[in-house]
């Protein structure tokens, strides 16, 4: 008889051969992938996990997020409900984005009308960001969206942009602008001394220096900042008595609204990354987990996952 010849599964980066692993390496978009390509199948079958091959083999629907919530159910994956449905629907977003653009690239369109495409695009993106303003998930796609294929057009555009969003109402899309490690630079460059700005034409860096100033001048009430972005916002106000306090492990990146005159803020565990009151406000560094120090019962740390 011939050999089975087992194989791993790669999940969130790491090799997976027991359901125990992939428990622990739990990815949506990495098991939604061996779903519909059939790996999983032929990975449960080598494995000799007959009951879960059987669940699995039932499931019939093709919506993502049905799919995802199966999974999670036979493998018995511990996670929230809601950041599942967030990434599904990222992935969702994206592939058929991914698809749309595709189907572009492949007709051969006239030069003119390429052009007029590409541009229609980007003002769809935009605008569906402008029409789901409270969305951060779709806000930070179609962002992703726009630097992927649209950045040429982003880099024309984004002063034009920003002044259609500078209202408080659009106060969570300017932050995910902020968020994105591109599109930060260009709302940001005015607050960043070290940037070299010999090159800039008179205009530009004076629209730069205004729109880092109507950024700054949102933050200048805690309470409006809150009300403003509602639970996209998170709060920690409380003394920590000269103590460092573990709020958010390493692994996950947060941008940092604000904190107080005295307090300090850094990365998980960077014992050399300390940040004070003027290395962080009106700067929104990212860092990876964060550590709190507050000898205040006053202050406030805001920060947004980014």
């Not at 003119?112 to 769809?124: G, I, Q, S």
Request: hydrophobic share 35%; glycine share 4%; with cysteine.
């Amino acid at each position: 008889m011939a050999k089975t010849i087992k194989f791993n599964l790669i999940c969130d980066g790491q090799p997976v051969r027991t359901i125990e692993d992939l428990q622990e390496n739990f990815s949506v978009e990495d098991m939604l992938g061996y779903f519909e390509s059939g790996l999983l199948l032929r990975w449960l079958k080598v494995r000799d996990y007959k009951d879960e091959y059987k669940e699995v083999s039932k499931i019939s629907t093709k919506d993502d997020l049905e799919i995802a919530k199966k999974l999670i159910k036979i493998f018995n994956v511990e996670t929230d409900e809601k950041e599942i449905a967030k990434d599904v629907y990222m992935l969702q977003f994206l592939k058929e984005r991914s698809q749309k653009i595709s189907k572009y690239d492949s007709n051969r369109l006239e030069i003119d009308e390429v052009v007029k495409n590409y541009t229609k695009k980007y003002a769809d993106l935009v605008k569906e960001i402008m029409d789901n303003s409270d969305d951060i998930s779709r806000i930070k796609a179609n962002i992703t969206e726009i630097v992927n294929n649209y950045k040429l057009v982003l880099q024309l555009n984004y002063r034009e942009l920003f002044w259609k969003m500078a209202d408080r109402d659009y106060l969570l899309v300017i932050m995910c602008f902020l968020m994105n490690s591109v599109t930060r630079k260009y709302y940001l460059d005015a607050g960043q001394p070290e940037n070299n700005e010999e090159n800039m034409d008179t205009t530009s860096k004076k629209d730069k220096e205004e729109i880092y100033k109507k950024i700054c001048s949102y933050f200048k009430s805690s309470n409006d900042i809150m009300k403003a972005l509602g639970d996209n916002v998170s709060v920690f106000d409380g003394k920590t008595d000269e103590y460092w306090k573990d709020l958010e492990v390493k692994g996950k990146k947060y941008m940092i609204l604000g904190i107080g005159i005295r307090d300090k803020v850094r990365a998980a565990g960077n014992h050399n990354g300390d940040l004070s009151y003027d290395d962080v406000n009106n700067k929104f560094p990212i860092v990876d987990g964060i550590d709190y120090m507050s000898n205040s019962i006053t202050s406030k740390l805001m920060y947004m996952e980014v």
